[in-house]
Each structure stands twice: as structure tokens, then as C-alpha cells.
């Protein structure tokens, strides 16, 4: 789609002098980025096409403007649609799709995830080196997408979504800050129930660090389309410790990441001082 012509494009021009350098999805319960300058807003609901986000914690807002005045342009996303509520790849791909019908150059995704080392802490934050695609048929795999690949988005690949030199750049940011910052590798299921306990010592097995229900696809799709992208995975529950998987409800997710929000601000931040 030509930029310019997008609805929303108009909206955004007329608020922020600069273009938005960086989009963040937020996942399950994550709060930053909310002192945004010469911003607006607007619910899912308004952008065409959309449906209303409907998971706890995920406010189905669409915001943007810069972060402090002179500062770089950024949009962020809270909340998303999963696979889980029973939307297709078609609505788990809207952001990122609308992201690259505006022209944002980097894409980071946040999520709520569950932890698969027994040394790590409910409220660690995770930089998502790579990806398990384990939500069936579809994430992450090179499926027919709706509407077909047009001549813009590249082969739907998912080898290396994650930028590397982003990637290092925000853990050398992180390490200099002293802002805690784990790394490693993210399998994303299909949900909706927490794992069982021979589930994650299948998938300790199968190399995952950190589990959750989302952001395989969106990885995917954005890297296709040419975006540099980061994932960054807040830990709100060890699954599997013996209070883990079976006992983790939806609040205690929302809560953690709620409690980690000040940490994920500093990480985000970074990632957009960091962005190529
Ligand atoms: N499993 C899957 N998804 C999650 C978890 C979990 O333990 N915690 C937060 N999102």
C-alpha cells in the first residue's frame, strides 16, 4: 500500500513532525511507553478491519508520538490478537501488517512468557535470540497467507527474524545501564492452557527457554516484509518450578508483568535508542 494514502498515515503527520522510526507490540499486562509527546491515538476497533482485542491486560489501543520533544517517532501497540481466541493468522498478522503499510522501518515485540530455567525469576525479561514455531500448521511456517504474498512482503521466512546486530547492540546498551537483560530462545504454542509438566521438559528438551502463545508469526511476517525486528519475552511465571504451569492463572501473568514494567520501559528504550 502507497504510505501516504493510508488513513492513518494523515493522523499521525498531523500530530508528530518526525516519521516513527520503531513500533512496539506490548504482550499480556506490559505497561511502558506511555509518556509519548505530540501523539495521538486510536482503538482497534476504528482501523479498519480490526476486531476489539479481547484478552485480559490487552487495552487494544494504538498510540504514537515522540519519545520526549526532538525525540525519535515511535507507535505502540497495546495488546494483540492471538491464535488462542480463536482469530486466524489474518488478524495474529493486522499489526505487523499495518505497520509496514506505514512504512516503520523496526518492529519490537514484547510478550508474556513462561520461564524453562529453574535459576531464573518470575519478572526477568528475555531477549528472544530465536524461535520455535510450534503452533500447528501455522506459525512461523510458510502457509498461504491471506491475501497471498504481495510483490512488497519478500518469502515468508523465519530463519534469523530476530536482527543480529540489533540484537547485540541493545544487550551491550543493557549490560552498560545495568538494566538485567537474559537472552534466549522462545517456542510459541498455540495455547490456550498452560503447559503441562512433561510439556516443558519436552520443549526444555527441544531447546526452548522461555514459553508463550504469541509473536512466532508476527516475527516471522515482519522479517519477511523487510522490518528489522527484536523480541523481548517478560518471564511471569517459572512453568517449571512445582508451582508452575498448572497453577499459573492469567491475573498472576498480568500481575508479574505489570511489577516488571519498569524494567521492560528501560529495555524498550533501549532498543529504541539501539535501533538500526
Ligand atoms: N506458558 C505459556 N504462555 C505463557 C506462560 C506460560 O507458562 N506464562 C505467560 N504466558
Not at 488513513?7 to 499480556?28: C, F, H, N, Q
Not at 499489526?95 to 508474556?112: C, E, H, Q, R, Y
Not at 530463519?159 to 540489533?166: M, S
Not at 511465571?237 to 508479574?256: K, M, R, Y
Amino acid at each position: 500500500m502507497d504510505t501516504a494514502t493510508h488513513p492513518l498515515a494523515e493522523r499521525i503527520t498531523a500530530t508528530m513532525k518526525v516519521p516513527v522510526s520503531v513500533a512496539v507490540v506490548l504482550g499480556s499486562g506490559i505497561k511502558a511507553l506511555e509518556d509519548l509527546v505530540n501523539g495521538g491515538s486510536c482503538h482497534y476497533a476504528e482501523l479498519p478491519g480490526f476486531p476489539t482485542a479481547t484478552v485480559a491486560g490487552h487495552a487494544g489501543v494504538l498510540s504514537w508520538g515522540q519519545l520526549g520533544e526532538g525525540g525519535p517517532g515511535v507507535m505502540v501497540a497495546r495488546g494483540r490478537f492471538h491464535l488462542y481466541e480463536g482469530h486466524g493468522l489474518g488478524e495474529a498478522l493486522m499489526l505487523v501488517n499495518l505497520f509496514k503499510d506505514l512504512g516503520v522501518p523496526n518492529v519490537v515485540l514484547t510478550n508474556a512468557a513462561g520461564g524453562l530455567r529453574a535459576d531464573w525469576q518470575p519478572g526477568d525479561l528475555m531477549l528472544i535470540d530465536d524461535h520455535l514455531a510450534f503452533q500447528g500448521s501455522q506459525g512461523g511456517l510458510p502457509v498461504p497467507l491471506p491475501g497471498g504474498l504481495d510483490a512488497e512482503w519478500g518469502p515468508y521466512h523465519a530463519r534469523e527474524a530476530y536482527d543480529g546486530e540489533w540484537r547485540e547492540r541493545l544487550a551491550a546498551h543493557c549490560l552498560k545501564a545495568g538494566v538485567p537483560l537474559r537472552r534466549g530462545v522462545y517456542v510459541g504454542l498455540m495455547g490456550p492452557s498452560y503447559e503441562t509438566m512433561g510439556e516443558n521438559r519436552y520443549l526444555i528438551t527441544a531447546g526452548a527457554d522461555a514459553v508463550g502463545m504469541s509473536t512466532v508469526p508476527e516475527a516471522a511476517r515482519a522479517a519477511s516484509g523487510g522490518m528489522k525486528v527484536l523480541g523481548v519475552s517478560c518471564v511471569t511465571n517459572i512453568s517449571i518450578t512445582p508451582s508452575g504451569a498448572a497453577e499459573t492463572s492469567h491475573q498472576e501473568v498480568v500481575d508479574v508483568a505489570k511489577a516488571a514494567s519498569a524494567n521492560m520501559e528501560a529495555v524498550l528504550r533501549g532498543a529504541i535508542a539501539t535501533a538500526p
